[in-house]
């Protein structure tokens, strides 16, 4: 499974349904290599219409091991979880810059352990088995 801009688009709009009910607005997911982050890898930007989630790196994103994919979505996800805290006005960071303690309830309570940053391993198994299915159907193309 190449892991670019439609695929992603895809895993926002499954962890849409099977994670938040549909409640989420649709987001556009960009990717892309714009030599501007540092450590972040990804943000949600909600000054826009629609909303945008930015993958910083884009070229080693589609190069990744399924290890690597896994990670990728796994961001894909706790940025998800910034929008839903901005939909339902939630405060996601606190007054030192770090992820609130609402925010990491809001992440445990939607699929998400480690405040937020590991995906549960009901939701790594489900990816890890739509991942191979979509190579099965790869090879037989």
């Given at each position: 499974?190449?892991?670019?801009?439609?695929?992603?688009?895809?895993?926002?709009?499954?962890?849409?349904?099977?994670?938040?009910?549909?409640?989420l607005?649709?987001?556009?997911?960009?990717?892309?290599?714009?030599?501007?982050?540092?450590?972040?890898?990804?943000?949600?930007?909600?000054?826009?219409?629609?909303?945008?989630?930015?993958?910083?790196?884009?070229?080693?994103?589609?190069?990744?091991?399924?290890?690597?994919?896994?990670?990728?979505?796994?961001?894909?996800?706790?940025?998800?979880?910034?929008?839903?805290?901005?939909?339902?006005?939630?405060?996601?960071?606190?007054?030192i810059?770090?992820?609130?303690?609402?925010?990491?309830?809001?992440?445990?309570?939607?699929?998400?352990?480690?405040?937020?940053?590991?995906?549960?391993?009901?939701?790594?198994?489900?990816?890890?088995?739509?991942?191979?299915?979509?190579?099965?159907?790869?090879?037989?193309?």
């Open positions: 499974m190449k892991l670019d801009q439609a695929t992603l688009q895809y895993w926002f709009a499954e962890f849409n349904r099977l994670i938040f009910n549909n409640q607005e649709n987001s556009v997911i960009l990717v892309k290599d714009y030599g501007d982050f540092d450590e972040t890898e990804a943000e949600f930007i909600q000054c826009t219409d629609p909303f945008v989630i930015k993958f910083h790196n884009g070229k080693s994103m589609i190069e990744e091991d399924e290890p690597g994919k896994v990670y990728y979505l796994s961001i894909l996800l706790h940025e998800m979880i910034h929008q839903y805290c901005y939909e339902t006005g939630i405060v996601d960071i606190d007054e810059g770090e992820h609130s303690e609402e925010f990491k309830n809001a992440a445990y309570e939607h699929e998400m352990i480690q405040d937020g940053y590991k995906l549960s391993e009901k939701i790594e198994t489900t990816i890890k088995n739509r991942m191979k299915a979509f190579d099965a159907v790869a090879s037989i193309r």
